[in-house]
């Protein structure tokens, strides 16, 4: 029986950190038994924000191998890049005349996002969130499992679809979100400022792990996480957003859940929960480092990978655009 399909991505803009590891890709790498997967560099997305060419294409190239170093296994799952699949940005035009501006001056990450940008508030900026739900639409995608920052595009992904299901006739699947509770990784905080995202466009790393940060760095960025001035260690992510943090980093390394950690370092100090949780987590990204490292170095094996990838990808997207086309009038 056919699988339901699975799609999401990340853009390929600054450093993976864990945050992207323990929101969504864990969560890829455990749905990829049971799902057909698509995995997606969706770097029309990054370009909403002025990249430096060069960089960009060598960092597409770290992402995929990432991916890979992981678990995202290119024999069961397609990896693709977003770029390489023109019908997405065709498809964005469709549902662009179906999407009301009020819906999409409503969303948080755009706010965000031209308040950080003040010199470049561009168009891209504002409609991203129509070029997300076609990244969804167009493969007939069940499940997308991303971190809790991304509820908001996706309520707006499935209300597009019943629009259009609703004016043109059953076009669409219905997508759901996975999306991790807070407690199991669904937003992990930044360290230096637990009451906000940890975000890998962040100007200063000290608020991140890279999944590539060397083992000291990462100790060493532990210890410097902005705790409280209590001393208990409790999950309380109001009143101690980063001990909430941490133990939720430390559960998510070691799979111990939260209330058990909490007996566990019941008198001790932040010093020890934070030396555990550095160990924890350098621990859980040796093998991923040294997988990266191994396969960053096959530069034709990534190329073929992500050419692969996307020839499969656009059989499928081609077979839903010319759908949608012919539903709307378009010869
Ligand atoms: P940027 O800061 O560059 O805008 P980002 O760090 O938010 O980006 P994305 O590429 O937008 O990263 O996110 C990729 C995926 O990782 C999404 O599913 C997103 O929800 C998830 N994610 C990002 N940051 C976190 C976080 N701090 N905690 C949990 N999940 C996260
Ligand atoms: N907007 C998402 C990235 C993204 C995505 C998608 C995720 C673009 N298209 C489709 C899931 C499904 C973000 O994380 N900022």
């Avoid at 992207?20 to 560099?41: I, P, T």
């Avoid at 260690?233 to 909490?262: C, F, M």
Wanted: proline share 4%; net charge neutral.
């Amino acid at each position: 029986m056919a699988r339901d399909i699975l799609f999401s991505g990340i853009q390929p803009s600054g450093q993976l950190n864990i945050g992207h590891y323990f929101g969504a890709v864990k969560n890829w790498l455990r749905m990829q038994e049971d799902f057909d997967c698509m995995f997606s560099l969706v770097n029309l997305h990054a370009i909403t924000v002025r990249q430096d060419p060069v960089a960009l294409r060598k960092r597409s190239l770290d992402f995929v191998a990432a991916y890979m170093a992981c678990g995202i296994d290119p024999e069961k799952s397609i990896i693709f890049a977003q770029s390489d699949v023109p019908e997405h940005s065709e498809l964005m035009w469709l549902l662009s005349c179906h999407t009301y501006m009020g819906e999409l001056e409503r969303m948080t990450q755009y706010k965000d996002k031209i308040a950080k940008h003040t010199d470049n508030v561009n168009l891209g900026l504002f409609s991203y969130p129509v070029l997300m739900a076609a990244d969804i639409l167009l493969y007939q995608t069940k499940a997308v499992p991303v971190g809790a920052d991304q509820k908001q595009h996706l309520e707006l992904a499935r209300d597009l679809a019943n629009r259009m299901n609703n004016a043109y006739g059953k076009l669409f699947t219905q997508p759901e979100p996975y999306i991790p509770s807070t407690e199991d990784g669904g937003r992990i905080m930044s360290l230096l400022e637990p009451e906000k995202k940890m975000s890998k466009s962040d100007e200063n790393a000290g608020n991140y792990i890279a999944l590539l940060d060397e083992p000291n760095v990462i100790r060493k960025k532990l210890k410097r996480a902005v705790t409280d001035t209590d001393t208990v260690i409790r999950y309380d992510r109001e009143h101690k957003p980063g001990v909430s943090n941490l133990l939720t980093l430390l559960s998510g390394a070691t799979g111990k859940p939260i209330a058990a950690l909490e007996v566990d370092y019941a008198g001790k100090g932040y010093g020890h929960l934070k030396t555990d949780t550095g160990e924890a987590i350098v621990a859980l990204l040796e093998p991923i480092q040294a997988n990266f490292h191994h396969l960053r170095n096959d530069e034709t094996e990534l190329t073929r990978v992500m050419e692969q990838g996307a020839e499969k990808a656009r059989i499928r997207a081609h077979s839903t655009l010319n759908k949608v086309k012919k539903a709307m009038g378009l010869i």
